[in-house]
């Protein structure tokens, strides 16, 4: 899978890898023997856990400052001051402060006529923490997220920024640990005016420090402990559970035989196995039924040929497995191998990735994918103009393909901005009152409307079909934007 344009290796790490993926692909929330598990299996636990991201906060240059010259953990999280000054120059701005013709582009005049104070606050700048996983056993494990962020303040300040002032981004790297993670998060909370896209599987560990601190946290949860604080606003809330509108859908239209005869695949660890739960149990409310259950796939797996000859003698026709991209492709490749035909195979959001195609090559064709994004790599680029200034942004910077993590980045941007212009001013009360009353958000069409005030899930979808080695919109989705067919039907897990 790739992160921040960069390939991930294998060995040794996928274990931890996939765990922390696990709660951005599957929307699972991870408690917190969840995270004990998880730093075990990963030799990374939060008792050995240095702490040292707080000394990784670095003044992102594409927030228009330059490097801070701290701790070189963090490094890659900017561009250079050149490469951000080249993209301001190369973009045309598409909305301006006085008019902002698309919520979450541009700041309201109204905010620069309100107050204005509190930490982070200066006349020359608006500085937001960032704190996302950047080194650990998995280097640049969630730099995607803190690249969209960087991509999101260039763009804002190419249109005059915060009322004048730069948009400058500060990020810290928790060093994949909780204990990290609350370091960072303290480090951070006290000099800036909000956190803005951070990402991390052990974001448990500052969300007691976010919670005390009142600080708007605009930005990804993936444990509960984060999502559930009263000052966290998701860009696309992630429940434990399961959106049943698009296999509803499915079922009836298209994979009626298949639905009967489903297959999943669940990791051998306790997120993977609460969330696969989870959705098995939502499929089967809605009259799947599974003729194949392997709740003992290990994260470092390759080899997937005794699941697929299981599935074959089964009779599988359909299956959902929730991990990372080389995974994916492992089990599609030994389907194939099989000469296992899965009418139904699909996968998880992140199989929209710049490796899983790649990785699988025609042992792909045919996966249908259930996403809650727009195709943010290009494919709706002529349609949907905000995915057109996100990928402009994050190509001028990075000269890269965009990841499922820089998406939720340059989202938490828009949110962020949402909250300054419903809230009428620069200071964190401002802000949290904006953000509360933000309860209708999809980032100008490149995600599913949600309610991050009411940390409510997207009820639309996009299927994403894989032809031909590449990905394309379904025949059913409408031309751009999202399907809205049986919804909203979420299935949660805990009631």
């Known amino acids: 899978m790739a992160v921040g344009g960069t390939r991930w290796s294998r ?72 490469v951000a000054a080249t993209a301001a120059r190369g973009a045309q ?11 979450g582009l541009g700041v309201a005049n109204s905010v620069c006529a309100g107050p204005a104070s509190g930490p982070g606050v200066s006349a020359s700048e ?36 915060i009322c004048g002032r730069k948009l400058v981004v500060k990020a810290a790297d928790d ?19 909000a956190m803005v896209g951070s990402l991390s599987a052990f974001d448990d560990g500052g969300a007691s420090v976010l919670q005390s601190s009142g600080i708007p946290d605009a930005g990804e949860a993936l444990t509960s402990q984060r999502f559930d604080i009263p000052n966290n606003f998701s860009p696309q809330p992630q429940p434990l559970g399961i959106n049943l509108a698009p296999y509803i859908y499915l079922k009836q239209s298209r994979f009626a035989d298949a639905s009967q005869h489903f297959a999943t695949l669940m990791e051998n660890a306790p997120a993977g ?9 939502g499929l089967e409310s809605i009259g799947y039924k599974f003729v194949y259950t392997d709740s003992n ?30 995974l994916y492709a492992d089990v599609a490749k030994a389907m194939q191998n099989a000469g296992l035909t899965m009418p139904f195979a699909t996968y998880n959001t992140n199989t929209y990735d710049p490796v899983f195609i790649p990785d699988a090559g025609s042992a792909a064709n045919g996966a249908v994918l259930v996403q809650y994004l727009a195709m ?25 393909t965009p990841d499922e993590f820089a998406a939720w980045g340059w989202l938490s941007g828009m949110l962020f901005v949402d909250g300054l212009n419903a809230g009428g001013g620069i200071t964190r009360t401002n802000l949290l009152n904006g953000l509360r009353s933000v309860t209708s958000f ?54």
């Not at 640990?177 to 909370?189: D, E, K």
């Not at 196995?273 to 149990?281: E, P, T, V």
């Open 442 to 495: 999809d980032g100008g069409g490149v995600a599913a409307q949600d309610d991050p005030a009411g940390k409510k899930p997207p009820a639309c979808y996009l299927i994403v079909d894989v032809v031909d080695e590449k990905y394309v919109r379904d025949p059913a989705d409408p031309p751009s934007g999202f399907d809205c067919t049986d919804a909203p039907n979420f299935y949660y897990a805990n009631g």
């Open 126 to 161: 608006i500085d937001v923490g960032n704190v996302s996983t950047l080194t650990g056993p998995v280097p640049g494990l969630f730099l995607g997220a803190i690249h969209g962020m960087n991509a999101f303040a260039a763009y804002l300040n190419s249109v005059g920024g």
């Open 376 to 400: 943010y790599q290009g494919e709706d680029a002529g349609s949907i103009p905000t995915v057109a200034l996100f990928d402009k942004w994050y190509r001028a910077l990075y000269n890269a």
């Open 273 to 281: 196995i609460a969330f696969g739960n989870a959705q098995k149990s």
């Open 11 to 82: 060995h040794g790490v996928v274990l931890v890898v996939a765990m922390a993926l696990l709660a951005t692909a599957c929307g699972a929330r991870l408690t917190p023997s969840q995270i004990a598990a998880l730093d075990a299996q990963g030799g990374n636990g939060n008792g050995g856990g240095t702490g040292s991201g707080s000394s990784a906060a670095t003044t992102a240059a594409a927030g228009g400052g330059s490097s801070s010259g701290a701790s070189g953990s963090a490094a890659g999280a900017g561009g250079t001051g050149a």
């Open 297 to 326: 796939v290990e994260p470092t797996q390759t080899d997937f040929s005794a699941d697929a000859e299981a599935m074959k003698s089964a009779g599988a026709q359909g299956l959902i497995f929730n991990a990372v991209g080389p």
């Open 175 to 193: 060093d994949f640990s909780s204990s990290g993670n609350a370091s960072a998060t303290q480090s951070l909370v006290n000099n800036v005016f």
């Open 93 to 103: 701005a598409t909305s301006a402060s006085a008019g902002v013709a698309t919520p």
